[in-house]
């Protein structure tokens, strides 16, 4: 199999499964072959899920986390998409504002978290603030550079169709430069992901990075905690693939590329 | 015959389109190019008129002055008596097959100036124009599924949609292969007899220029004035193959310097 040919339908499921199955027993082995008494085997992992499950624990944690990454995230879509696409309308706006932003940029949303828990003490409105922040600045750049790498055919053709400067955004702007607005959305979502678990560690007594931290604080449980991480692992896979699915609707596939 | 001087169209015939005195100079990094040179033309109603000249030479330059998307640094440009200061929809440019939006179906591209008419009304017109550029069966297709003719032939059927006097074609079919310009030519040349819209058609290609073109528009190299004006006297459908087509574009092709030979 090289890079050119198309894997068969069996491949496609084979491998992956394959690869998991090995890692499973990597981990398996090690634990056994080392014999820590501190980290668990895949089975005492599996049994902790089951226990989480069965006290509905986990459900609670998977709500509220996702709600906090739901309220965070979309405030900064509702603030950012806007604030994004009128940056990229008015290059001059964008440059007095640019500076600004790029040194907030890179400042990872962790570093907020004494700020945010002075601003909204400990609780759900400072995790939601700091999911904001994470994905508020990707976003922004995301409408700004979206709008601003329109081809100017498409701007001349709107002009010359003789729409008026909202029309043309509404019409021409914001419809080319979606797909690269959905990729910074989905890079956000990403981050707000990240964002929320970090935030939970600190910041609040429920979602599934208390979870982790909780299980490890109250009795060692690293069964427990491995048990939620793999479950952040697989809540972020669904979110991302789920976010995915809107790159192939037809008015915005013409923007991405596809493999398969 | 050497024609600097306009030329001014049949008396009979009244005129669409007026160039005066028009110059343009571009600024970039404090260095100024002189793109246009005291360009003077005037182009009638209905009349197919190609401007030709060498890559670079500011043709596209004054096609974009013609639409309204350029001002010239001096001089006027005049469609039917009104001085041109923006973009407007009675003159619609066409860009090569890129400027279709991808976004939109071929119906929402054809339908995309369209939106102020009635329902019933746009979407007779939007059927009639898919089917004038044999778009049939196309209908809800993106751009992307399309090839480059097809493309093309649905900017052309957006910009015709909205009822333009005025057609601005910037070297339309530079994209496309040999065989589907040859076509496209010719599927031009259908709709223009159907529509008699004005058109002024960009082209480096003096083949192509002599078969679509009433008269052809010689430019010159940087900065461009006009060098002649060549009447293409042969009834549509051309020979291409007849003594009378191999004599203009051997003039046009001394005129602008090259000799006949490969």
Redesign the interface.
Known sequence: MNSLSEPRKWERFFWPILASALLLALWYYSVRWTGTKVFPSPREVGKGMGELLRHHVLWRDIVDSLRRVAAGFGAAVVLGVPLGLTLGWYPAANQVVNPVMQILRPISPIAWIPVAIIFFGVGDRAAMFLIFLGAFFPIVVACVSGVSNV?S??R??G????LTAPQLLA??LL??A?PQILMGLRIALGIAWLVVVAAEMIAVDSGLGYLVIDSRNSGKRYDLVVAAILMIGVIGLVLDLAFRRLEKL??????FRFES | MSLTQPVSVPAAVTTKLSVEHVSMVFERDGKSTHVLNDINLEVGDGEFVCLLGPSGCGKSTLLNAM?G?LSPTTGEIKVSGEVVR????RR??V?QE??V????TVEGNIG??LSKLPRAEREQRIAHYVKMVGLEGFEKT???ELSGGMKQRLEVARALA?NPDMLLLDEPFGALDSITRLIMRGELLRIWEAERKTIVFVTHDIDEAVQLADRVVVMSARPAIIQQIVNIDIAHPRDISSPRYLELRDGIFQQIGLAHKV
């Open positions: 081809p055919v498409f001349r053709a002009r010359n169709f003789g019409k021409v419809p080319a979606l037809r008015s915005v596939r013409w923007g | 639409a998307f923006k973009p407007d929809p619609i440019f860009f890129r400027g939006f991808p976004w939109l995309f100036g993106y751009p992307q909205v």
